[in-house]
DNA sequence: AATGAATGAGAGTTCATTCAT
DNA sequence: AATGAATGAACTCTCATTCAT
């Protein structure tokens, strides 16, 4: 027993490193990230920190994983339904809707990707996941009728990510939800109930 | 004639600070901007630099104008043909493609708002500018047949917005060329010529 | 006529700004003068002010003789009547009370005076005469009868240097006026009538 | 024997700096002190002075406590004795004798007490707790017997905080030593015998 | 006689990283 | 596994001084 514990708070303790650094990212961009800020949050030394990530760099690498596996999630359409495709898209929506710390460490992670060879090989590898994800459901949805059929191609794809991207950056300005529902509608999947709290725009 | 000497003005060489501060935020981004490196990029002491810009937040406002009036030139659609949406379309992401530091400095300002009052302010200012234009396009094209009358609305104008500014970030992944394709068809207006460099994806 | 006037304007100058350096170093210490301050306040650019005086030093001796004028003239004992080592006293007193200034430059030129040798000379000259002054009323002060002859001495003439310096410090704490009354108790010179505005300690 | 170790603990690195600063604004004024110099001093890094004095003016509080102390220590008459006044002036003028650092900084104090103001409180205190010790020890003196009654006074003891303070400084100039002898001969202790080094003059 | 523009040298401060314990 | 102490390198910003005009 007191073995699970002690591995479970290593672990744990990497993780809530992770996790304060990746607040940190979403609150003050990594042009405002601290290592002794993060440290400190977690309520450890600067040194106990590098214990168990050697460099900065390491830790943001531990963001990485972690903002990844926090958007894959969604990706993976869960539920079963015949209108998934509508499911799919309210879903992402409401993810950085809730928490918009992930849109603001996405945005984040965009940016530096351009700087930085290796992220820019994870970003463009869950860019292609999520752009098959979208494409497959597209595809069933037409094959099942609820969709017309010229709606299935890449090119139906690649704007809705795109428009999915526009819309989950911390932007100051936009109109995120009018733009969720004009792609419903031309997607023809527009009809059905929305959550009350999303009413607001 | 007598305009033409090499002598640097003083606007010039605010300029010519601003203009290297905005290539260094489009490359290394907020994060990595250096004074030092900026007034070496324009020949001169860090010192002078601080002559012109007491400081490095001063220097960002210069380049956040820049930026502003940058993209703004293109806001507003020139040409007065009766295909001017198409047109502005094009213009906008031939903007970001000829010059993809625009996008990255866009991008870096976005985040940024979230942290700077001021800059949220601007940025407001500039969707809101920029909804209308689009808005005050489709209205157009409507009226002169161009368009289905059910398209003018705030929604179209607001996922027109939202897939250009998800297109125009220097993202890896995605397929900008793709969504604008689609973009056009769902407008119906995608049958004109579009330039031959713009043709890869 | 013009003549005159232009070589007024540059004496003018000169001295306007050892007057402006002059409250600078009163009001902020050599710690806080700023050349370019003091050319701001004169009104003129900081190069003028290399002009006139070609290093920061050459102010500051501008500064130290025009302290030593505005002391010394207080220092030589105007006034003919049997009480002038009285009259002298209190005319010390009240300069530092009604200017301020002059005391916190004197004590900042003291204490520069340590690490200054040419400054040292200056002020040990000053000393040097303001001592004997003193003694030299003190003298008179015995010769006419107003005062115990065991009171000619260097040592009183020292002890009211001293007292005078350290009264003419703008320290916070000290009770100038009470250790002035003593003096001239202790000196049997105490009668005659004080400044009504002095009343206050 | 385990106390002699020559490791340095937290308090000794502290009380180290500390004094490295007195060191130096006694030699170079305030307007010398430069936070590299004094780190160097003690041979440490710059980092590692900031590990212990956040700022610039943390460090110079320090030194405020250190001179104030060394002070202090001194204003508490010791020894019981019945020409305790004596001993006590004489105490006073030997430390600033010995350790010229200390009447250098006090000066420095002095100047800067006019710019800020919880230095000012700081010494205004000071000269307060020196007043009232002044003040006791010549109530003392007095009722036995060894000084005039017409003595006891807050007149006196202002002077002789004057004198002290007069004398304290390190004038280029002033007599210090004759105006101490004239000091005790008004106050009537003048008679016992002195250090023998101190008679020069 | 006066100035705008420019600069070298250096100031205080910050930060990721290291190391002995 | 964790920490206090220490550091090198770099950062933004300042200031007296210079120079062409």
Do not use: C
């Not at 351009?114 to 970003?123: F, K, N, Q």
């Not at 037409?142 to 809705?160: N, Q």
């Amino acid at each position: 027993m007191s073995t699970m514990r002690t591995v479970q708070t290593r672990a744990d303790r990497r993780s809530a490193l992770v996790l304060a650094a990746y607040r940190h990212i979403a609150a003050r961009g990594f042009e405002g990230l601290r290592t002794r800020e993060v440290a400190a949050e977690v309520g450890v030394n600067i040194a106990t920190l590098h214990y168990y990530f050697p460099t900065k760099e390491k830790l943001i690498e531990g963001v990485v994983e972690h903002a990844m596996r926090r958007f894959q999630s969604t990706l993976e359409p869960h539920g079963t339904s015949a209108d998934q495709l509508r499911n799919y898209l309210r879903a992402v929506r409401r993810l950085v809707q809730d928490e918009p710390e992930l849109g603001a460490v996405m945005g984040e992670l965009m940016l530096r990707s351009s700087r930085d060879p290796t992220l820019a090989g994870t970003m463009e590898q869950m860019y292609e996941v999520w752009h098959r994800t979208v494409r497959g459901l597209l595809k069933r949805a037409v094959k099942e009728g609820h969709m017309r059929p010229d709606a299935d191609s890449d090119e139906v794809a690649a704007i809705i990510v795109a428009t999915l991207t526009g819309v989950s950056l911390p932007s100051a300005g936009g109109r995120p939800d009018l733009a969720m529902r004009q792609l419903e509608r031309w997607l023809g999947i527009g009809a059905a109930p929305r959550r009350p709290s999303q009413a607001t725009d």
